[in-house]
């Protein structure tokens, strides 16, 4: 998993505000951090929210896929994930956005969602909603993600006459 960058949004919602708090808290204290982020405390979250996501897509007529060892179902209903499309656990839900660019990108939310289990919600809330101030996003790759433009190759600077 990539290092998250130390980035804050520049305003937050209430919601936003109490999980900063929250994480915030829970950083100071080392130990509790340690506890939290513990994979014996962690994975069990991550298996319930992959068995969740999981479910979700069957029931709402989505199609099952693999590929590249990212788990995900396409062809869901638009209002059924936010974005492009949703990771939840080990599972990446969309309609169709599944080039191997944004695939890349969810690919890295899987590990976030491995690392952090259910821990991630309220981490994911506390970075905002804005996804080019989200640690999450931003580590993930904005690019990629299809949340900026991708930079082409510089061109070489042309001297002046």
Not at 129 to 148: I, K, P
Request: charged letters at 25%.
């Amino acid at each position: 998993m990539k290092d998250l960058p130390p980035i804050e949004p520049a305003r937050r919602t209430p919601p936003e505000r109490f999980f900063a708090a929250m994480a915030r808290g829970v950083r100071r204290v080392r130990p509790l951090r340690a506890v939290m982020l513990w994979p014996v405390v962690t994975r069990p979250g991550y298996w319930f929210a992959t068995g969740c996501a999981f479910l979700y897509g069957l029931i709402l007529g989505g199609r099952f896929e693999k590929r590249d060892g990212l788990h995900f179902f396409r062809r869901m209903p638009t209002w059924s994930y936010g974005r492009g499309g949703t990771t939840i656990g080990a599972i990446y839900l969309t309609t169709g956005n599944v080039s191997d660019d944004v695939l890349e990108h969810e690919a890295e939310h899987t590990r976030q969602w491995k690392r952090y289990g259910l821990w991630f919600i309220p981490l994911y809330i506390a970075a905002g909603t804005d996804a080019l101030t989200n640690r999450f996003e931003v580590a993930a790759d904005l690019e990629l993600g299809g949340y900026v433009r991708k930079r082409g190759p510089r061109r070489p600077a042309t001297p002046a006459p």
